[in-house]
């Protein structure tokens, strides 16, 4: 599987951005995605998932109510919407992949990433 994230960009605070992660090659089965974003010098940290049929998500607490994780299999995309971003959100964003029914908060749990689309919020 290839994952290939966009939609990265320059923003201000208080603004909204729309991330995108297109999945290409063995996209057949169940599917679980994941987001998660690493400022610099700072570890790789959870922001969103989403199961397989899309119909249950999970978010990191500092994002709830924020952000929005969906999908489109006709598409084989998923997507991260993200309202009343922060500066301290700047950071590169990962889409990851896991042939599974479920979804994980961990890194170590997704078997694809994609390369990173990078956001950066201005104060």
């Known amino acids: 599987v290839q994952l290939q994230a966009s939609g990265g960009g320059l923003v201000q605070a208080g603004g909204s951005l729309r991330l995108s992660c297109a999945a290409s090659?063995?996209?057949?089965?169940?599917?679980?995605m994941g987001w998660f974003r690493q400022a610099p010098g700072k570890e790789r940290e959870f922001v969103g998932a989403?199961?397989?049929?899309?119909?249950?998500?999970y978010y990191a607490d500092s994002v709830k109510g924020r952000f929005t994780v969906s999908r489109d299999n006709a598409r084989n995309t998923v997507y991260l919407q993200m309202n009343s971003l922060k500066p301290e959100e700047t950071a590169v964003y990962y889409c990851?992949?896991?042939?599974?029914?479920?979804?994980?908060?961990?890194?170590?749990?997704?078997?694809?990433w994609g390369q990173g689309t990078l956001v950066t919020v201005s104060s």
């Open positions: 989403i199961n397989w049929s899309g119909d249950s998500t």
């Open positions: 990851a992949a896991r042939f599974s029914s479920v979804y994980s908060g961990s890194p170590d749990w997704y078997d694809y």
């Open positions: 090659g063995r996209t057949g089965g169940s599917i679980a």
